[in-house]
């Protein structure tokens, strides 16, 4: 599936939200309507629906995690935030992001909270309270997307889901979920937890099964 040009769609979003070094989210919703971005689900595909919207996300990551200027990063937040809020899709998909990536994102609101972008926090705790994420192990420069969709439609079977809604209350990952991204958090600890929710899953859907 070649989706080159909705990703230099992305681009050339995010260019233009970055052209100032703007760094405010309503900036990124005038952009985004003036360019009435919202057409870019028009060129999804007939089936496969979940490689089409986790290789958007993937792309948008991208700028997060790459060691590039502020807003440029911003651009990347704001433009997954965005794609996740108008996708066409009912129920919504959810997105992948790595533990790396995580570590990543949690950097970049420290860097924001640190020059006073307040609604970055804000709309990162939005982002985790809606439960939009899905957490796994494959980093963009480690996997292709289809590895990532693999992971995600494992997660995404009805029993999991049964059983990862069981697990949560009774692991350290609803802490780290609902957590402040401010605290300093080592990678090792983030695969610490990540390994134990691992486990518990496991458990879980043996239970379940």
Same mark, same amino acid.
């Given at each position: 599936?070649?989706?080159?040009?909705? $990703?230099? #769609?992305? #681009?050339?979003?995010?260019?233009?939200?970055?052209?100032?070094?703007?760094?405010?989210?309503?900036?990124?919703?005038? +952009?985004?309507?003036?360019?009435?971005? *919202?057409?870019?689900?028009? =060129?999804?595909? /007939?089936?496969?629906?979940?490689?089409?919207?986790? =290789?958007?996300? =993937? !792309? =948008?990551?991208?700028?997060?995690?790459? /060691?590039? *200027?502020?807003?440029?990063?911003?651009?990347g937040l704001y433009c997954l935030y965005c794609l996740y809020e108008t996708q066409p899709f009912k129920p919504p998909f959810k997105i992948y992001i790595s533990l790396g990536e995580l570590k990543k994102l949690k950097d970049l609101v420290v860097e924001a909270k640190e020059k006073d972008i307040k609604v970055v926090s804000v709309l990162v705790k939005r982002m985790l309270d809606m439960n939009i994420f899905l957490f796994g192990f494959v980093d963009i420069n480690e996997g292709s997307v289809a590895e990532r969709v693999n992971e995600l439609t494992d997660l995404q079977n009805a029993h999991i889901? +049964?059983?990862?809604? $069981?697990?949560?209350?009774?692991?350290?990952?609803? !802490?780290?979920? !609902?957590?402040?991204?401010?605290?300093?958090? #080592?990678? #090792? +600890?983030? $695969?610490?937890?990540?390994?134990?929710y691992t486990n518990a899953k496991s458990l879980a859907i043996k239970g379940y099964s």
């Amino acid at each position: 599936m070649d989706l080159s040009s909705c $990703k230099l #769609d992305i #681009d050339e979003l995010i260019n233009e939200f970055a052209e100032g070094e703007s760094t405010a989210f309503r900036d990124m919703k005038r +952009v985004w309507l003036s360019k009435r971005f *919202s057409y870019i689900y028009e =060129a999804r595909p /007939p089936s496969n629906s979940s490689y089409f919207m986790q =290789a958007l996300y =993937a !792309h =948008a990551i991208g700028y997060i995690i790459c /060691p590039t *200027s502020l807003s440029r990063r911003l651009g990347g937040l704001y433009c997954l935030y965005c794609l996740y809020e108008t996708q066409p899709f009912k129920p919504p998909f959810k997105i992948y992001i790595s533990l790396g990536e995580l570590k990543k994102l949690k950097d970049l609101v420290v860097e924001a909270k640190e020059k006073d972008i307040k609604v970055v926090s804000v709309l990162v705790k939005r982002m985790l309270d809606m439960n939009i994420f899905l957490f796994g192990f494959v980093d963009i420069n480690e996997g292709s997307v289809a590895e990532r969709v693999n992971e995600l439609t494992d997660l995404q079977n009805a029993h999991i889901q +049964v059983a990862y809604k $069981k697990l949560l209350a009774n692991t350290r990952i609803e !802490h780290f979920i !609902h957590m402040d991204l401010g605290m300093e958090l #080592d990678l #090792d +600890v983030l $695969k610490k937890m990540s390994t134990e929710y691992t486990n518990a899953k496991s458990l879980a859907i043996k239970g379940y099964s």
